[in-house]
């Protein structure tokens, strides 16, 4: 069986975790006035995973994974995209070669020149500019390292979702489901909880009420998390299997589904659907300078452009 059908299979595997339920009181499809100026998919990836828009640069990095999620096959990598101009991408970390080792990387965070990636077991810092291996951190007892978040004093944190794929495509849960800090190169276990986090997958943070925001693949909550705390607070439920979270300046939170296919906005706790009919939405980026969402398509193999709408 071709890798690509067997990535597909085994995202719908994923899927089936989570009930899908029916039709959410609350929830609308809306157009952005400016779909019309929004560029073209940008094609040619490989199982993109997350996006992640650099303001400096002005440029979106995607990360590729190539492969089975779990699989060290050391072929992942990173591309980088003109946001102004999204047209093909260009390699800026590819597994073994130039003496980099990416086996599986998925989210992405920004950190001056350093950009970190999680891989499968291992956090990795590589120069932004220039691709360089910056930083290798093993993270043990981790099973499936999933979203990347900086918090506000500079520690790394890592959503860990606990789960492993199989060549067929089936999915297990051998793990825990747990956020690991990462500081001056020490990790140590920030929250663990399979009942609270609920396969724990994208992670932002939240400046405005000084708290990480989670979009959990395992239930219809969107939760909340301050560093120390025992609990979450829920702040929104909807479709479920979330991928990609990220906060907004103006409060609202933005999260993709695979449950519905779908890009959702949360805002004062009213969870609305912005865009649907988006197979596999991983990691969303937010393009700051042109009020964008930039989602990767992981089994499409492509990111898709959706705008912003105002508040």
Not at 15 to 39: F, M
Not at 81 to 93: I, Q, R, S, Y
Not at 160 to 179: A, L, M, N, Q, Y
Request: aromatic fraction near 6%; proline fraction near 6%.
């Amino acid at each position: 069986m071709p890798r690509i059908v067997t990535r597909t299979v085994a995202a719908c595997s994923l899927g089936i975790l989570v009930a899908c339920g029916g039709e959410r009181a609350g929830t609308t499809d809306s157009v952005a006035a400016t779909a019309s100026a929004l560029p073209t998919p940008t094609e040619g990836f490989k199982t993109p995973e997350s996006v992640r828009y650099d303001p400096i640069l002005d440029v979106y990095f995607v990360s590729n994974i190539d492969g089975i999620p779990n699989v060290k096959d050391n072929n992942g990598y990173i591309a980088r995209v003109d946001a102004a101009n999204p047209g093909t991408p260009t390699v800026v970390v590819q597994g073994g070669q130039g003496g980099a080792e990416l086996h599986a990387p998925k989210g992405l965070a920004l950190s001056g020149d350093t950009l970190w990636v999680s891989d499968i077991d291992v956090l990795r810092a590589f120069d932004k500019n220039t691709g360089a291996t910056l930083a290798t951190i093993a993270v043990p007892n981790s099973t499936f390292l999933n979203d990347v978040v900086v918090g506000p004093d500079g520690t790394i944190y890592v959503t860990d979702t606990g789960i492993r794929f199989s060549e067929s495509g089936e999915v297990t849960h051998p793990g825990k489901d747990r956020i690991f800090a990462i500081k001056d190169g020490t990790v140590s276990v920030a929250f663990e909880s399979d009942s609270l986090l609920a396969r724990p997958n994208g992670i932002a943070w939240d400046a405005a009420n000084a708290r990480f925001v989670i979009g959990s693949f395992g239930g219809p909550a969107i939760i909340a998390w301050k560093q120390g705390e025992t609990t979450v607070t829920t702040i929104g439920t909807g479709p479920g299997a979330y991928d990609g979270i990220e906060v907004l300046a103006d409060g609202r939170i933005v999260v993709s589904s695979w449950a519905d296919s779908s890009i959702n906005i949360v805002d004062a706790g009213q969870l609305t659907r912005l865009a649907g009919s988006l197979d596999g939405p991983a990691d969303i980026g937010i393009d700051t300078r042109r009020e964008r969402i930039a989602i990767p398509r992981f089994s499409a193999g492509r990111v898709d452009y959706v705008a912003l709408p105002p508040r």
